[in-house]
């Protein structure tokens, strides 16, 4: 006998297969529904008043597949997102004509910063806020999954 520690299996990892959904919670119901409806173009699949809660739930999807669920409460307290807090940061939307997408943007009047390079992936990318002042990023370009592996 050696005396020594038997080795132990690494623990699994979890994997999963993509994101489903994002939250929202909105201040103004009716002024980020059409914001995410008529600005981003979000498809709207259910819509519901839960009167128990005083609470609007409008499930809606990007081309993917993958949801946003915007909710809606009694005077929900804001979340500084300045200075950077911990937590999640920001939504990031992909598109494929970064010029196009920000155009559109700017005619429904939101407020774009300019578009910049990822320096390690070489994707465009740039900011925006929803009604709320949650920050939205969109990119256009190299995909996170193949980005550094030329």
Do not use: N, W
Request: contains cysteine; aromatic residues 8%.
């Amino acid at each position: 006998m050696s005396g020594s520690t038997p080795a132990t299996a690494p623990l699994p990892a979890l994997r999963p297969s993509g994101v489903h959904h994002v939250a929202i919670i909105a201040s103004d119901y009716a002024r980020s529904r059409r914001f995410y409806t008529e600005v981003l173009g979000l498809q709207v699949v259910h819509e519901h008043y839960r009167a128990e809660r005083q609470s609007h739930k409008l499930d809606l999807q990007l081309p993917d597949g993958t949801q946003v669920e915007l909710f809606s409460f009694p005077r929900p307290p804001a979340r500084p997102s300045y200075p950077e807090a911990c937590g999640l940061r920001h939504l990031a939307l992909r598109v494929a004509d970064m010029e196009a997408s920000v155009a559109a943007l700017v005619a429904h009047g939101v407020a774009v910063e300019p578009v910049r390079v990822d320096p390690f992936t070489g994707a465009l990318f740039t900011f925006f806020a929803d009604p709320d002042g949650l920050p939205i990023e969109l990119v256009e370009g190299r995909d996170r999954k193949t980005a550094g592996t030329d």
